[in-house]
């Protein structure tokens, strides 16, 4: 069983849609990230959490350590939301855990 | 400010020919990073480097070199390059370690395509 597993690992949905990517993990961990890959191949970081949720713009992510399990939520999705979307998992020594990515695309 | 830039974006190698990754930053920061992204994985760390003047291995380091002579600069090395290190690139960054709750945030220069005939 992999440490990080994300689902769905592919997405579609239509513009204005309310979305939901899952991450699960089976490590006790100290923090998630969630990252933004851009059709262009670009990655940046959306989100660093330890509990709770956060939120920026249409983009919100929630943890529960206890179910050890991650959301990130896309509120009237864009089609320049079109991307892929990795979590991330620290706690495992020098270094973080990759999800495989979840890739979203948003039709008009 | 140019942020995390990679250069070359891409390159095609024959197998045993050398090249070498260049990461620049102008954030000053001290931790860098080079990972490798395959299809169907996750990305996965080569060598990193908590400051000028060190390095250290990664999940993957082996067919790889790295060095970090001045801050802003983190170089990867294929010394004999292998049709397995066909893959995209990715130098990252950060002020505090990765690894470091919620306080590592990345920075990621936008890949290196390599393909290694």
């Known amino acids: 069983k992999n440490e990080v597993e994300q689902s769905p690992q592919n997405l579609t949905a239509q513009e204005g849609e309310f979305i939901t990517i899952n991450c699960s993990y089976s490590?006790?961990?100290?923090?998630l990230h969630w990252l933004q890959q851009h059709p262009g191949g670009g990655i940046v970081s959306l989100f660093m959490?330890?509990?709770g949720k956060k939120k920026h713009g249409r983009l919100i992510a929630t943890i529960n350590i206890q179910e050890k399990h991650s959301s990130l939520h896309i509120t009237a999705s864009h089609p320049r939301d079109s991307a892929v979307y990795i979590c991330?998992?620290?706690?495992?020594?020098?270094?973080?855990?990759f999800g495989t990515g979840t890739q979203l695309k948003v039709e008009l | 400010n140019a942020g995390v830039t990679q250069t070359p974006k891409f390159r095609v190698l024959k197998t045993g020919q050398s090249m070498t990754l260049l990461c620049a930053q102008d954030?000053?920061?001290?931790?860098m990073y080079w990972y490798r992204q395959d299809p169907g994985m996750g990305l996965r760390l080569i060598h990193y480097?908590?400051?000028?003047?060190?390095?250290a291995k990664g999940e993957v380091p082996d067919g790889y070199n790295v060095s970090r002579l001045k801050k802003q600069n983190f170089l990867l090395g294929l010394e004999s390059a292998a049709p397995s290190q066909t893959s995209v690139y990715f130098c990252?960054?950060?002020?505090?370690?990765?690894?470091?709750?919620?306080?590592?945030?990345?920075?990621f220069g936008e890949g290196s395509r390599l393909t290694v005939l």
């Open positions: 990252a960054s950060s002020y505090v370690p990765s690894w470091t709750g919620t306080t590592g945030e990345l920075f």
């Open positions: 991330a998992l620290t706690g495992g020594g020098n270094k973080l855990t």
């Open positions: 959490l330890s509990s």
């Open positions: 480097s908590v400051g000028e003047g060190t390095t």
């Open positions: 954030m000053n920061h001290e931790y």
């Open positions: 490590v006790g961990i100290s923090a």
